[in-house]
């Protein structure tokens, strides 16, 4: 009778052990992402898309793009993500906004009227007066960043 039930335990180990869920998924680093910004952001105005993601047991490394809902993907931020499994789900543990050269805006460095890190902006969007949906409204007797009065 012990030895029957002790099998039975084994086997029962065994099928839960197997059973255990699979998060090394790009959607299941998007719900943790989300998840975790959720606490701080209005997600629910953004479209999200997990752009890449490499997995190395409990730690994830991901890129991932925010633009606002419906609107065009030029106008996307992205970050890059280093997560940590915390049972069945991914917690951010580290956050770096990708920056680069935006065309002919200065990028990074700030150059040409747009502040470090701002995203890109379609071509003649500066010229056409029109920002972007969510965008916060700009004073226009203010000096742009990085030039003089």
């Known amino acids: 009778m012990k030895s029957a039930f002790l099998a039975l335990a084994v086997c029962l180990t065994g099928y839960l052990a197997g059973?255990?869920?699979?998060?090394?998924?790009?959607?299941?680093?998007?719900?943790?992402?989300?998840?975790?910004?959720?606490?701080?952001?209005?997600?629910?105005?953004?479209?999200?898309?997990v752009d890449s993601v490499?997995?190395?047991?409990?730690?994830?490394?991901?890129?991932?793009?925010?633009?606002?809902?419906g609107g065009d993907r030029s106008q996307s931020i992205t970050m890059t993500y280093q997560l940590e499994r915390q049972g069945d789900e991914w917690h951010i543990k580290n956050r770096n906004m990708e920056t680069g050269h935006a065309q002919g805006q200065g990028?990074?460095?700030?150059?040409?009227?747009?502040?470090?890190?701002?995203?890109?902006?379609?071509?003649?969007?500066?010229?056409?007066?029109?920002?972007?949906?969510?965008h916060p409204q700009v004073d226009s007797n203010q000096n742009p960043p990085n030039q003089k009065p």
């Not at 890129?63 to 606002?68: E, G, Q, Y």
Request: a negative charge; hydrophobic letters at 35%; aromatic letters at 4%.
């Open 19 to 49: 059973c255990a869920k699979n998060i090394d998924t790009p959607e299941a680093v998007k719900a943790g992402v989300i998840k975790d910004i959720a606490k701080k952001v209005d997600v629910e105005s953004m479209d999200v898309n």
């Open 107 to 134: 990028g990074a460095s700030g150059e040409g009227g747009l502040p470090a890190g701002h995203p890109t902006m379609p071509p003649g969007a500066a010229s056409s007066g029109q920002l972007p949906a969510g």
């Open 54 to 69: 490499s997995f190395r047991e409990k730690e994830a490394d991901a890129k991932v793009s925010f633009w606002p809902k």
